[in-house]
């Protein structure tokens, strides 16, 4: 690769370097505060829903180990 | 025929500097030419704006990451685990292994749940992909893979095919029939091609479309029946090792991860990298959560004692449970508000390569090089009442 070339193509890289950062530069943040608070409140609503979080009742689970019936 | 608004973008030799790779059809003095992405952008620069010397864009750009770090720097007034103070601990889990799935001749490299939430597609690294049923154990379908490591597989949201691939630079898809004899390797379907080795491959919301990502830097979306390019991503400056789309149906966003230790997320319509997150350290042995609309990073999930890198991890379905699978053999599962573990899954005798939790959030399958695949559940607490009164 000729010298001229490797000046060229790492200008380049630069300039799309230049352009990317721009981009992310311009992106519209809100606080850690309202983001955690969200989190927060998305995870405790659909808390009730999450099976592995709550456990399964014996009877819905496919998986549970076959019981043996023990008669006294 | 499939409906599409895109023209053809192909894969093969570009018209300036003759290397092959996934192609982007422009016009260049109204002739229609098909050049590769740094050819376009050398052309498109040709010509600097005035004043513009390399010195003063590594200027610009220096000022613009400073910019950014203190934009961030300014949102963040509060930690995470601050927030989740008052939120009540996690009981303890009863998480336990309830399946292990044998059959691979070899390490398992990747899995993925079917949409019906008891089948699984599993890969190895034997170049063998298994469709197992996750309740009775039974291997519905085997398919032999021309290549060894076999590093991504997918099942399609209909569960009427698979997608794999790895070593060969290409994803396929098999569809998946009901018969038992019927030869699966004859019907392959060859959709993605890229210039290095598959690591991941995710079907979007259909089976008509797979995203795929690759050791060649770059992650692409294809059209399944045509075997088309519809639009490549190009940011990393390394091997891209896994993606995920966002969960939304309406969703045209996804993040990829690389050995560049950047998570980028783009839009799919674009191809543009929307946003990047680089805050990992080279010796990962950490889980890090990003906030996309703060646009930084909110928690790290890590321990003093956890020495030992995380290979994958997946949520639970509401959000509040992480699981990490680590190359010291163990799943740590972590409270995500808080940033404590909560627990931890033993088991297999050799690093866990993929976890994922089921697509209605009953179970959580960990694939391992130790050539199998458990799948763990959580059982209510009655039956472990139950048990205490009988010991």
Known sequence: ?72 | MCDQTFMAITFGPCDNCSTTSPLMNIYIKNEPTNYCSFCVEMMACQGLLKGETLASLKNESESLKKKLEEERAKLHDVELHQVAEKIEVVSALSIKTRRVLKGHGNKVLCMDWCKDKRRLVSSSQDGKVIVWDGFTLNKEHAVPMPCTWVMACAYAPSGCAIACGGLDNKCSVYPLSLDKNENLAAKKKSVAMHTNYLSGCTFTNSDMQILTSSGDGTCALWDVESGQLLQSFHGHTADVLSLDLAPSETGNTFVSGGCDKKANVWDMRSGQNVQSFETHESDINCCRLYDLRADREVAVYQKDSIIFGVSSLDFSLSGRLLFGGYNDYTINIWDVLKGNRVSMLFGHENRVSTVKVSPDGTSVCSASWDNTLRVSRALGMPWLLVLYSLT
């Open chain 1, 1 to 72: 690769m000729s010298n001229n070339s490797v000046n060229s193509s790492s200008l380049v890289i630069a300039q799309k370097a230049v352009k990317q950062l721009r981009l992310e530069a311009s992106v519209r943040r809100i606080k850690v505060s309202q983001a955690a608070a969200d989190l927060k409140t998305f995870c405790l609503q659909n808390a009730h829903k999450d099976p592995l979080l709550m456990g399964v009742p014996s009877s819905d689970n496919p998986f549970r180990p076959p019981k043996s019936c023990v008669l006294i």
